[in-house]
């Protein structure tokens, strides 16, 4: 991938609760863990956090706003495609993602075995190569409800460009 200057950056931070029952989605991927993320779509923190980073970064509204909870469409939704969505509405304003940087804060499951899966998930949504994707896993040192094992949490920053064709 060619070097492209970052015009606009993004952050996103979002977190689920835990409930008994999978699966447990993150980043697109099935996590096999006897627990899942409660949420109105599919739970998927990561592609939340990342989808609301995008917005940001170019001034749309956030993902609440666009994907409301309260529109019986996105009950279950495939996070992937929200975030797919939004990707192809920058794309259309004339941006693209350069790179994406994810924390994920987590103190179950144990997520180091998954997250060449979840960043090879992340770029295919975003249209990037692997290495512009970055996955970090952190515990939360016991701390708080993510380190009580209540929830999930996930920030992550992510940097767009003018498209090539959009100069
Ligand atoms: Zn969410």
Not at 5 to 33: A, Y
Not at 112 to 132: N, Y
Not at 142 to 159: K, N
Request: hydrophobic share 40%.
């Amino acid at each position: 991938m060619e070097n492209r200057l970052i015009e606009c950056v993004g952050i996103g931070t979002d977190i689920h609760r835990l409930q008994s029952g999978g699966p447990l989605r993150l980043g697109g991927v099935e996590i096999p863990f006897d627990q899942g993320l409660l949420g109105h779509s599919d739970g998927d923190v990561v592609l939340h956090a990342v989808t609301d980073a995008i917005l940001g970064a170019v001034g749309l509204p956030d993902i609440g706003e666009r994907f409301p909870d309260s529109d019986a469409r996105y009950r279950g939704a495939d996070s992937g495609a929200l975030l797919s969505e939004v990707v192809a509405d920058v794309g259309s304003r004339g941006w693209a993602v350069v790179n994406v940087d994810v924390v994920v804060h987590a103190e179950r499951p144990k997520l180091s075995a998954h997250k060449g899966a979840i960043r090879g998930r992340v770029a295919a949504l975003l249209g990037l190569p692997a290495d512009r994707v970055s996955i970090k896993a952190k515990t939360n040192e016991g701390l708080d409800a993510v380190g009580r094992g209540e929830a999930i949490g996930c920030t992550c920053v992510v940097g767009l460009c003018r498209s090539p064709d959009r100069k």
